[in-house]
């Protein structure tokens, strides 16, 4: 009995039902192919739609509070990698 979901969230899919995906987020997707009753995962953070990549998700309220601040703390980092066509600068970027 899980209480945390990482979630393989794949571009174009938002991770909360809203306007034409209310039956296809990745919120519903999950919940309905783990048993879980409509609205219980709680996402930890958001991930644009056009975004893909990993998104923890917690069945309770509490959990999902613990890893939001350690988001916030800066004690569990977010890291985007972006993939481009052709070439890029071999210089390393950071971007805050």
Do not use: W
Not at 15 to 37: C, D, K, R, W, Y
Not at 41 to 63: E, M, N
Not at 88 to 94: G, K, R, V, Y
């Amino acid at each position: 009995d899980a209480a945390v979901y990482v979630c393989n969230k794949p571009s174009s899919v938002p991770v909360h039902p809203a306007g034409p995906f209310l039956s296809n987020s990745l919120t519903i997707m999950v919940e309905a192919q783990v048993g879980l009753q409509c609205g219980s995962l709680k996402p930890v953070h958001r991930t644009d739609r056009v975004t893909s990549g990993l998104t923890l998700c917690c069945k309770s309220s509490a959990v999902a509070r613990i890893f939001h601040r350690c988001l916030s703390e800066g004690t569990v980092d977010k890291l985007y990698v972006a993939r481009v066509h052709g070439k890029f600068p071999s210089t390393n970027s950071e971007m805050h």
